[in-house]
C-alpha cells in the first residue's frame, strides 16, 4: 500500500491525493508538516531533503515533488487514466502541467500566504497587487484555451486537470478580485461532479485568514 506524507490543506499533497483517488490506489497517510511538524526530523529529510511535503513511499520507491508523483502514479497505474495514451494529448497534459507549476503556481501561492497565512499588518501589498495582476493575466490566458477544449489535454481528462484543478479552486477562494473566466468556471464545474475531487479538494474548505487557516489544518489533518 503507498504511504503518503502530508496535511491536507497542503494544495501540492491535494494534487497527489486527488490522483490516487482517481487510480482507485489504496493509500494511507500520515500528517506532517505546518502544524503537525515533522518534515525537519531526520527520518523524514531522509526522504526529502528539503523538507517538504507530500512524500510518498510506493513499494521500493520513495518520491517527493508532487508533479514528479503524479506522473509516477499515471504512468504505473491504469494506463491511459491519467496519462494520455496519445503523443499529441500527452504533450498538451505535460505542456499545461509544466504552466501551472512555473506561471500559475507562484502568483496563486503569493496570494495564499499573504491574504490567508499572514497576519493583516505583515502583508506584502505590493506583492499583492502584482500577484492579483498575475494570476488574472494567467487566468484570462487559460480560459482562451479551455473555451476551445474539453480538457487541458483536449478530449480526456489528465493529469494535467488536477494539477490546474487544485490550483484554480485555491484561487477562486481568494478575497480579490478576478477576471471574467466563463469556460474555466463551467470546467470547474465539471471537476465538481467528480467524487475524487470532492473527497480530496472540496473536503478541505478554503481558509479566510491565519486563524481560520490554523483550525481547519488542525480539523481536516
Known amino acids: 500500500m503507498i504511504t503518503v506524507w502530508g496535511r491536507r490543506n497542503s494544495v501540492n499533497v491535494q494534487k497527489v491525493l486527488w490522483a490516487l483517488e482517481e487510480l482507485d490506489i489504496a493509500y494511507t497517510r500520515e500528517n506532517v508538516g505546518g502544524s503537525f511538524g515533522g518534515n525537519r526530523d531526520a527520518d523524514f529529510l531522509a526522504m526529502n531533503p528539503m523538507g517538504l511535503v507530500p512524500v510518498i513511499r510506493d513499494g521500493d520507491v520513495t518520491m517527493f515533488e508532487s508533479n514528479a508523483i503524479l506522473r509516477w502514479l499515471a504512468a504505473r497505474y491504469r494506463a491511459g487514466v491519467l496519462r494520455p495514451s496519445d503523443p499529441k494529448g500527452l504533450a498538451m497534459a505535460e505542456q499545461w502541467m509544466e504552466w501551472a507549476q512555473v506561471n500559475f503556481s507562484p502568483a496563486v501561492g503569493t496570494l495564499q500566504m499573504n491574504l490567508v497565512r499572514t497576519l493583516p499588518e505583515s502583508r506584502d501589498h505590493a506583492a499583492v497587487t ?5 494570476a488574472a493575466e494567467l487566468a484570462t490566458l487559460a480560459d482562451r484555451w ?6 487541458f489535454a483536449g478530449h480526456d481528462f489528465s493529469f494535467a486537470d488536477i494539477v490546474m484543478g487544485a490550483l484554480f479552486w485555491r484561487y477562486k477562494g481568494l478575497a480579490i478580485e478576478r477576471p471574467a473566466t466563463a469556460h474555466l468556471d463551467e470546467w470547474l464545474d465539471a471537476l465538481q461532479e467528480r467524487d475524487p475531487f470532492r473527497r480530496t479538494v472540496m473536503a478541505v474548505p478554503r481558509a479566510r485568514d491565519l486563524a481560520d487557516w490554523n483550525r481547519i489544518e488542525k480539523e481536516t489533518g
Not at 130 to 134: E, F, N, P
Open 130 to 134: 502584482a500577484a492579483t495582476t498575475r
Open 146 to 151: 479551455i473555451a476551445r477544449h474539453d480538457w
